[in-house]
């Protein structure tokens, strides 16, 4: 994968726009056409495509409308044709934004790094659960301690997350041992108290005196960050 596809037929263009791109940290793909693009696209991927509007043979909104028909991938179009109609058809089509010719290389960089975050940091962070020491990447299920992944079994994940997800509730056993085994489970109540003794093992400090998973007598568990 590569971060930037940049299609742009004007070859001093593109190698100018591809110098700035990568100064910024990215990886740059550069294309010469939308055939060329798309048929990029078709055995890899890019997490965002700065589409030239006017291209031989193939324009930018025929390549961008093609490109939607599988993919949410952001993108951004290069054009000369400013006036409202050509910017709403782009809008149409799936553009996230546009960038008028002669390209400011700044505020293409700008637009470019507000994509990104907007599309892929965001979501990262919506996806990692910060607590304290402690750390849950839930796209990858790894899970991290003072930086060191601490490695768990698939129950054992799932019960941390459900707890880290509710800090500071008191979670009762049986909803406990219903959301991570089911309804259905053959399990016995008892796994559930065998997992957060395994788990306090592992993310606790002293697991006979744990700070994390606290147990609230007759009821359940509560879970701290510490």
């Known amino acids: 994968m590569v971060d930037i596809l940049l299609v742009e037929d004007y070859?001093?263009?593109?190698?100018?726009?591809?110098?700035?791109?990568?100064r910024e940290g990215y990886s740059v793909k550069g294309a010469s056409?939308?055939?060329?693009?798309?048929?990029?696209?078709?055995?890899?991927?890019?997490?965002?495509?700065?589409?030239?509007?006017?291209?031989p043979v193939m324009d930018g909104f025929a390549v961008c409308s093609l490109i939607r028909k599988n993919s949410n991938t952001p993108i951004i179009f290069l054009s000369a044709k400013v006036d409202k109609e050509d910017k709403m058809n782009g809008f149409r089509l799936g553009a996230?934004?546009?960038?008028?010719?002669?390209?400011?290389?700044?505020?293409?960089?700008?637009?470019?790094?507000?994509?990104?975050?907007?599309?892929?940091?965001?979501?990262?962070?919506?996806?990692?659960?910060?607590?304290?020491?402690?750390?849950?990447?839930?796209?990858?299920?790894?899970?991290f301690l003072?930086?060191?992944?601490?490695?768990?079994?698939?129950?054992?994940?799932e019960l941390l997350v459900l707890l880290a997800e509710n800090p500071q509730k008191t979670l009762n056993k049986e909803y406990l041992f219903h959301q991570v085994w089911g309804m259905n489970s053959f399990s016995e109540n008892q796994t559930l108290t065998v997992h957060i003794k395994t788990l306090r093992d592992k993310i606790e400090d002293n697991p006979k005196k744990p700070l994390r998973i606290k147990t609230i007598w007759g009821v359940g568990y509560q879970y701290e960050e510490i």
């Open 11 to 22: 070859a001093e263009l593109n190698g100018l726009m591809e110098t700035f791109l990568k």
């Open 33 to 55: 056409s939308g055939e060329e693009a798309l048929a990029f696209l078709k055995e890899n991927k890019a997490k965002l495509v700065v589409l030239d509007v006017m291209l």
């Open 96 to 143: 996230d934004d546009y960038v008028e010719k002669p390209v400011d290389m700044d505020i293409l960089c700008a637009k470019v790094k507000a994509l990104m975050h907007r599309n892929y940091n965001l979501k990262k962070e919506n996806t990692i659960i910060h607590s304290g020491a402690l750390s849950i990447d839930k796209e990858a299920k790894q899970v």
């Open 146 to 157: 003072r930086d060191k992944q601490v490695a768990l079994t698939v129950k054992e994940y």
